[in-house]
């Protein structure tokens, strides 16, 4: 019984795996998701990215099936208030969809090394 985990050990594990329930903790873990949707990273992976693909479609949809949607009604309120709500939803998707496929190439080393021997 000498290799079982004693109970602090047990009860540091539990504390750390539940902290982002509290409100600091969860702002501050779902930065970097906040930060992954507008800015995007050119380290992501995969399904990451799947992921941002699916969300900015839904968004996309949104958009256009608003826009439609009040476009069917007949007057021109209606028509343009159902278009800046679609070009809304669209410009938003445009984003998250620029930011799925963004990626990031570093220079090659040759040309690395070179500018760090001219500096």
Known sequence: MTNAPDFEQIREDLEA???????????RANRNIF??????????????????????????????FSAADFWSIDLWISRAFGSLIGLIFVLLSIRLFRNAFLRHNPPPEDEQDRSDSLA
């Open 35 to 64: 930060e992954f949707l507008w800015k995007g990273d050119p380290k992501a992976k995969p399904v990451q990215r799947f992921g941002l693909i699916l969300f900015a479609l839904h968004f996309w949809l949104m958009g256009v």
């Open 17 to 27: 795996k539940q902290r982002s329930i509290l409100w600091p903790d969860y702002l």
